[in-house]
T-cell receptor, first 113, second 110 residues
């Protein structure tokens, strides 16, 4: 039982490049989310999903796309990277039943130059 | 809109001293609250859930609906408690998505 797995762990992009951050969970959780963590700002929700085929925007969705074709996977796509997207990105999953909170991945540290 | 506020960005205490991290929230429904801990450059780990009323690593937190607070307390801080602590509120109406406070860094000095 690996929990929530994120790849890559580190990435450097040039401004304008695109890339996909991968996230997979093996706990059969219905809910998945992407957060970005910036100093002094805590964690902010980018996009979330309540099940395969269903996604919705969070607090800071601009510049990011998501899709959820399977229960296990929830990739985050950066369409055209900007320096403002330099951050640590966390994927997380939760069972539908409330009260258990989210299980987080180990994060992807992204630098856009 | 829901909001979580952690007023202290940094708490510095000596080993063996009590520590209390403040968390206040605003939410129109019945809240589900959590404390997460993040040790240096690691993933966030769930520390406490308000519904379980348990004590983890000596930490406790009580939900006070009247004061809309969920403060985290430990009577005797240890050096290994040095970490970043986040209070979070779950929105059951929207995928249990979490709204986080800005975080409090705890530094326990020997």
């Amino acid at each position: 039982n690996a929990g929530v797995t994120q790849t890559p762990k580190f990435q450097v992009l040039k401004t304008g490049q695109s890339m996909t951050l991968q996230c997979a969970q093996d706990m059969n959780h219905e809910y998945m989310s992407w957060y970005r963590q910036d100093p002094g700002m805590g964690l902010r929700l980018i996009h979330y999903s309540v099940g395969a085929g269903i996604t919705d925007q969070g607090e800071v969705p601009n510049g990011y796309n998501v899709s959820r074709s399977t229960t296990e996977d929830f990739p985050l796509r950066l369409l055209s990277a900007a320096p403002s997207q330099t951050s640590v990105y966390f994927c997380a999953s939760s069972p539908r039943v409330g009260g258990y909170g989210y299980t987080f991945g180990s994060g992807t540290r992204l630098t856009v130059v | 809109a829901q909001r979580v506020t952690q007023p202290e960005k940094l708490l510095s205490v000596f080993k063996g001293a009590p520590v209390e991290l403040k968390c206040n929230y605003s939410y129109s429904g019945s809240p589900e609250l959590f404390w997460y801990v993040q040790y240096s450059r690691q993933r966030l780990q769930l520390l406490l859930r308000h519904i379980s009323r348990e004590s983890i690593k000596g930490f406790t937190a009580d939900l006070n609906k009247g004061e809309t607070s969920f403060h985290l307390k430990k009577p005797f801080a240890q050096e290994e408690d040095s970490a970043m602590y986040y209070c979070a509120l779950s929105d059951r109406a929207a995928g249990n998505k979490l709204t986080f406070g800005g975080g409090t860094r705890v530094l326990v000095k020997p």
